[in-house]
């Protein structure tokens, strides 16, 4: 019987599974995929998650990326360095997630990849894992099983206030790169942006929308998108995946489970950034579990109630933004994003400088119609 069994070994179960390793909680990550495994995403990370680790990520980032540059339609540029103490980190997921697993299993957690689960059943007091690979036991349970996973349906949050986006991505490989940008281009989708994250051997070009509207060409746009940047993106493959966006409070336990990263829709509904909240999450599920498993009854409620204070609280103002900045996203390149401050703000909340409540006043008020 394991303390804790971790569904999904992406950012968040990674992240919960070394810190319960490091505590001596005996855990196993199960993951459908053998790692390393492809996960659709832009590759952005932000500095701020080093704060919550004690080993260095140099190993697995590919390019420190120091400047952000903005476009409406491929045209009205607006190039900013960061003035942050360390730039955006652009990874590879493969790696990067494979690494962040490679560090729990350093403290002790166990790993069965290529191992999905079908199904739990709670046993009076444990939960019983059933997988493709037989049954295991487990007292606790996280469900880091990601946008598309089965357990938060399995765990009984059917009624979930959740927005799903979509977005596609195609990994684009070259010689060498040599780029520090992030391009972001905001004109060519309706209710999203296309963006270009440069990676040593290449770079991540994708397109999402966040607040729903018509069906767009994706494809369509990605490859006039990249051929702005001479890639041919027609002969890259081409990866849909939906995001789960944070919308309002919500429950992220129940009995002797826990909801974490994506699969408790962390992600922010302006700039679609998972993999800090997904870490966080997995960071407090972790706490949260090492303290129930000591015999603290109220250490899940505890972690709802952190989750929707210290990363909901934020995430309501960007939701208030980004429904401004995405219905009227003309109004709101000129007036949010074109001057020199709009990217570098951008910068500061991606690199966690800022909070959203720190700038929501001003940002609200530039972007309200007549304001
Ligand atoms: C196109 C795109 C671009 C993005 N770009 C960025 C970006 O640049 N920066 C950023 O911060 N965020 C980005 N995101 C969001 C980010 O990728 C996710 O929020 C993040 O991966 C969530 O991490 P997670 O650990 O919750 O889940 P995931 O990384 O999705 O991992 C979940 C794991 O669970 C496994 N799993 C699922 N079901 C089962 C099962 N039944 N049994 C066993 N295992 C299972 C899956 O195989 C997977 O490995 C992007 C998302 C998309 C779609």
């Keep these: 019987m394991y303390d804790c069994i971790i569904v999904?070994?992406?950012?968040?179960?990674?992240?919960?599974?070394?810190h319960l390793a490091k505590q001596g909680r005996s855990v196993l990550i199960l993951e459908k995929e053998s790692l390393p495994r492809y996960k659709p995403c832009g590759g952005g990370v932000s500095p701020a998650i080093a704060q919550w680790f004690d080993f260095d990520f140099s190993p697995v980032i590919s390019v420190k990326a120091n400047t952000i540059r903005c476009t409406w339609n491929m045209g009205d540029p607006v190039e900013v360095q960061l003035e942050t103490p360390e730039p955006v980190w652009m990874v590879r997921r493969d790696v990067f997630d494979?690494?962040?697993?490679?560090?729990?299993?350093?403290?002790?957690?166990?790993?069965?990849?290529?191992?999905?689960?079908?199904?739990?059943?709670?046993?009076?007091?444990?939960?019983?894992?059933?997988?493709?690979?037989?049954?295991?036991?487990?007292?606790?349970?996280?469900a880091a099983d990601g946008a598309k996973g089965p357990m938060a349906k399995w765990l009984g949050f059917k009624e979930r206030k959740r927005r799903l986006a979509g977005a596609l991505e195609a990994e684009a490989t070259t010689?060498?790169?040599?780029?520090?940008?992030?391009?972001?281009?905001?004109?060519?989708?309706?209710?999203?942006?296309?963006?270009?994250?440069p990676k040593a051997d290449g770079y991540s070009i994708g397109?999402?929308?966040?607040?729903?509207?018509?069906?767009?060409?994706?494809?369509?746009?990605?490859?006039?998108?990249?051929k702005s940047f001479n890639i041919n993106l027609s002969t890259c493959k081409q990866y849909g995946h939906a995001l789960c966006l944070w919308n309002g409070e919500q429950t992220l336990h129940t009995q002797n489970a826990v909801l974490a990263g994506e699969a408790a829709c962390v992600v922010d509904p302006m700039t679609a950034e998972g993999i800090r909240p997904s870490i966080y999450s997995g960071l407090k599920a972790s706490e949260a579990i090492g303290k129930a498993l000591s015999g603290d009854v109220n250490a899940l409620d505890n972690y709802t109630n952190v989750m929707n204070e210290e990363w909901g609280s934020d995430m309501a103002w960007a939701a208030k933004i980004a429904g401004l900045f995405y219905r009227f996203p003309k109004v709101g390149y000129k007036v949010g994003i074109k001057r020199p401050s709009g990217p570098q703000l951008m910068g500061k909340i991606?690199?966690?400088?800022?909070?959203?409540?720190?700038?929501?006043?001003?940002?609200?008020?530039?972007?309200?119609?007549?304001?």
């Design 175 to 197: 010689q060498v790169t040599n780029s520090n940008i992030i391009d972001f281009e905001f004109g060519l989708v309706k209710n999203g942006y296309v963006w270009n994250f």
């Design 98 to 142: 494979h690494f962040l697993v490679q560090q729990a299993q350093k403290q002790g957690a166990e790993l069965k990849d290529n191992t999905e689960v079908l199904g739990i059943e709670f046993k009076s007091d444990h939960w019983q894992v059933n997988t493709s690979n037989g049954s295991i036991t487990g007292r606790y349970l996280i």
């Design 207 to 226: 397109v999402g929308t966040f607040i729903g509207g018509e069906p767009q060409d994706f494809k369509k746009i990605l490859d006039e998108y990249g």
């Design 350 to 371: 991606l690199c966690g400088e800022l909070r959203y409540g720190d700038v929501a006043g001003r940002a609200i008020k530039r972007l309200t119609p007549f304001g």
């Design 8 to 18: 999904g070994a992406g950012p968040a179960g990674g992240t919960a599974a070394y």
